[in-house]
């Protein structure tokens, strides 16, 4: 039987992921290439509906790749592309666009959100466009699975929805795929504010822990992390939102159970737990931060790894998208 297929994108929108990108998308991605089919694209063109600076975002596709691959993707196992090498993805894109009714592009919480951040004149057109060009990310690969964080869920509704519409219209030309959401616990609190999650958007660079950060500056920030009232070392996100997140990443690291860790700490105070817990992340980040320092020193080499993954993405999108312009009754 063969492997179902698993595609996920993330937007270049930064220098360096953070830990909740990792343990929240990341990971599962690496683990899902071993027992799938797995399509991970870098998605700039999504990157554009900000302004953005040329030179950023060069560096930053650049460096989410080296970053991708130092965690694990693996080009012979997964195919690694560049949206913006598969035109394809604007040709469906366009087409979901029209699949889609205005209304129901109105009700994504995504668009509401950010336009209303931006404020309605400087939000572009490409804001409210954007999860239908997510959905041409999907359908072209004819997708099963799509891991996701919960925050993306509306967006995969909105991808069955426009997919089952045209396979109702025109024909069965889409798989329909399903959000395959992370469990909890993937979700990874600022350190500094422990009932925030980790965001690259968020203001204190002090609690988001990058993958590209020198050991010393994340030895330092976890040494200085929030902590809670009290001095046990107990999971209780309630109580103890600090101490739990910790709690949180160290497992999901060092792969011990949450129980284990309360063990071993019982009885020894925070300052003991912040360092075990700060060794843990040090030593876990500090071989793929070097790692993705030398994809990124040879940038030939990292371009040519992309442009394979692209020439193979552009295989399948190729197709999928001429059995949607036959559907549709286009000449060819
Ligand atoms: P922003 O800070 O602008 O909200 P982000 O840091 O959330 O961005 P995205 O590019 O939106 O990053 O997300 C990439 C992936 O990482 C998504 O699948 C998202 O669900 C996941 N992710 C982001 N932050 C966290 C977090 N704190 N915990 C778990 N998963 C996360
Ligand atoms: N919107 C997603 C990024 C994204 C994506 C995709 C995720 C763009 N295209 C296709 C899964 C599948 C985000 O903001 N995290």
């Known amino acids: 039987m063969s492997k179902k297929r698993v595609l996920s994108g993330i937007q270049p929108t930064s ?5 909740g990108n990792y343990l929240g998308a990341v990971k599962q991605w690496v683990e899902l290439q071993d027992s799938h089919d797995a399509f991970y694209c870098i998605v700039d063109l999504h990157a554009l509906t900000v302004e953005t600076d040329p030179a950023l975002l060069r560096q930053r596709t650049l460096a989410s790749a080296a970053q991708l691959l130092a965690l694990g993707i693996s ?13 394809q993805h604007n040709q469906l894109g366009w087409i979901m ?27 572009r057109v490409g804001l409210f466009t954007y999860p239908m060009l997510q959905a041409a990310d999907i359908l072209l690969y004819q997708a099963d699975l799509v891991p996701v964080g919960e ?13 089952g519409r045209f396979n109702a219209r025109y024909g069965q030309t889409f798989q329909l ?6 469990k909890a616990g993937a979700k990874i609190n600022d350190i500094q504010d422990p009932t925030a999650k980790m965001s690259k958007s968020s203001g204190s660079v002090a609690g988001v822990i990058e ?22 070392v107990t999971f209780d996100p309630i109580e103890k939102p ?12 060092s792969g011990r159970t949450i129980a284990d860790l309360e063990n071993e700490f019982a009885g020894k105070g925070y300052g003991d737990f912040k360092a075990g817990v700060a060794e843990v992340v040090v030593e876990y ?16 080499h990292l371009i040519e790894i992309l442009h394979a993954g692209s020439a193979k993405a552009r295989e399948v999108a190729s197709t999928t998208l001429e059995a949607t312009y036959k559907g549709l009754g286009v000449v060819s």
């Open 177 to 182: 795929p399903e959000a395959y959401i992370l």
């Open 151 to 163: 925050d993306q869920r509306q967006h995969i509704e909105l991808t069955r929805d426009l997919a």
């Open 75 to 87: 080009p012979e196992k997964s195919t690694l592309f560049v949206q913006s090498q598969v035109p």
């Open 211 to 232: 993958i590209m950060d020198t050991p010393e500056a994340n030895l330092k920030k976890i040494k200085s992390a929030i902590t809670d009232a009290g001095r046990e």
């Open 15 to 19: 220098d360096s992921f953070h830990l």
């Open 97 to 123: 666009e029209c699949m889609a009714g205005f209304g129901e592009a109105s009700r994504m919480t995504q668009f509401k959100d950010k336009s209303a951040k931006a404020g309605s004149d400087s939000a």
């Open 242 to 253: 600090g101490i739990s997140n910790l709690l949180t990443i160290h497992s999901a690291l």
């Open 285 to 300: 980040l500090r071989p793929i931060r070097q790692r993705a320092l030398d994809l990124l020193s040879d940038e030939k």
